[in-house]
């Protein structure tokens, strides 16, 4: 067996989001030096259950082989029907972001053109139309269509952003296509708020803790309308100011120490 080899696809594997819990069977088959083998994966997220089956050929000319595809299946609580989607290494899509992508969420990749150019996109499924192989359809929205993720969380209070270190994490996170949960401060109370990028309207999808859509448009306008009663209070406070100025002027009081200050009543 070519332990390099062995080497390669371990490090593959695990730059696939497999980690090293596969490791024991692909070196067994690949002592048997079979012209081809497929390993399988389950895995849970929360009610979600997730199975890969990831596929492996041997080179006809070496002993080398190859992690060529894997097929990820997704089935959800309460559901009979399970979907799947083939996705291949060379594309970087990883275990958590194909499960991600199945979901229904939006990935951001760096994608390699055919000239040979990097860019970045975010990449969601067509589940409406399927290739001729059964994969679903990879809709593409590039950063010339208008997208900008950290530009649209700026617009709802959201605590992390407050915090350089928690906004890149959050933002590296809705990159991968999580649902993440946010800290939104609405009326002056902080509330937890799952949160995911909707790259195809712009706009960030928004759910409580039960998994139930939230309008953000709603909560956008709350927070707005707390922002407006907050310049009033400190109006209000400002002009309480200037009569207890006026009125402490009219006693001949500004002189004198504050233990013997007169007390003085004012009433709205």
């Not at 979600?48 to 097929?71: G, I, Q, R, W």
């Not at 800290?183 to 960030?204: D, R, S």
């Not at 100011?241 to 009219?250: C, E, H, L, T």
Request: hydrophobic share 25%.
């Amino acid at each position: 067996m070519n332990e390099k080899n062995y080497e390669y696809l371990t490090e593959q594997l695990k730059r696939t989001g497999f980690g090293d819990t596969l490791n024991d069977d692909l070196r067994r088959n690949m002592e048997k030096q079979n012209a081809e083998f497929t390993l399988n994966l389950g895995k849970e997220y929360g009610t979600d259950k997730v199975s890969a089956t990831l596929y492996f050929k041997k080179s006809p000319e070496s002993d080398m082989f190859f992690f060529n595809k894997y097929d990820l299946q997704l089935k959800k609580e309460n559901n009979d029907n399970a979907i799947k989607q083939t996705f291949y290494p060379n594309k970087n899509i990883t275990l958590k972001e194909g499960y991600n992508l199945l979901d229904g969420r939006a990935v951001n990749k760096m994608l390699t053109s055919k000239q040979d150019e990097k860019y970045t996109a975010w990449l969601q499924l067509d589940f409406k139309n399927q290739s001729q192989k059964g994969n679903y359809e990879m809709k593409q929205y590039h950063k010339n269509y208008g997208f900008d993720l950290e530009k649209t969380l700026s617009k709802y209070p959201i605590k992390e952003l407050e915090n350089e270190k928690f906004k890149e994490s959050l933002i590296k996170s809705l990159e991968r296509g999580n649902l993440q949960s946010a800290t939104f401060t609405v009326n002056g109370a902080e509330q937890k708020i799952f949160i995911t990028a909707n790259p195809a309207f712009k706009a960030l999808s928004a759910y409580d803790e039960n998994r139930q859509k939230l309008s953000l448009s709603n909560l956008l306008q709350k927070n707005e309308q707390q922002q407006q009663i907050k310049p009033e209070n400190k109006e209000s406070h400002t002009q309480e100011q200037d009569v207890k100025k006026k009125n402490s002027i009219k006693n001949d009081e500004l002189d004198s120490a504050p233990k013997n200050r007169k007390k003085i009543k004012i009433t709205h």
